[in-house]
C-alpha cells in the first residue's frame, strides 16, 4: 500500500484547508486510515481515523473543527480542517491500519510518506 498526502498551505487562523490522502496497491486490506500530525519538536500524533466501514475517531483536542471523510474503498480520505488555530501547524500525515474502540493500530508503523505541510499564520 502507498499513500499520497496533498492540500496543505498556508492560511490565516480561522481558515479553512481540505487534505487528501489517496491510496493505491493492495487498498482492499485496509481496515482504517488514520491522519497524523507531526508540529516541529513535537512527536507526531494522530489527529483522526475513519474506518472502511465510516466508524470515525477524533482526538478530543479538536474539538469538533476537524472532519474525517472517505470514498468508497478508502481509496481516497479527506481531512477538512476549519477554524485552523497557529497550534495546528505541522506536516500531515495519513497512514493506515485497524481502528477498533477508538484506538488506531497501524499495520505498518514504519511507513510514512512525505506529508502535506499545513501553516497557520496568526
Known amino acids: 500500500v502507498q499513500l499520497v498526502e496533498s492540500g496543505g498551505g498556508l492560511v490565516q487562523a480561522g481558515g479553512s484547508l481540505r487534505l487528501s490522502c489517496t491510496a493505491s496497491?493492495?487498498?482492499?486490506?485496509?481496515?482504517?486510515i488514520g491522519w497524523y500530525r507531526q508540529a516541529p519538536g513535537k512527536q507526531r500524533e494522530l489527529v483522526a481515523a475513519?474506518?472502511?466501514?465510516?466508524?470515525?475517531h477524533y482526538q478530543p483536542f479538536l474539538e469538533g473543527r476537524f472532519t474525517i471523510s472517505r470514498d468508497t474503498g478508502l481509496k481516497t480520505v479527506y481531512l477538512q480542517m476549519d477554524s485552523l488555530e497557529p497550534e495546528d501547524t505541522a506536516v500531515y500525515y495519513c497512514n493506515y491500519g485497524g481502528l477498533h474502540r477508538g484506538r488506531m493500530t497501524l499495520y505498518n508503523p514504519d511507513y510514512w510518506g512525505q506529508g502535506t505541510q499545513v501553516t497557520v499564520s496568526s
Open positions: 496497491g493492495s487498498t482492499a486490506s485496509i481496515n482504517a
Open positions: 475513519i474506518s472502511f466501514d465510516g466508524i470515525t
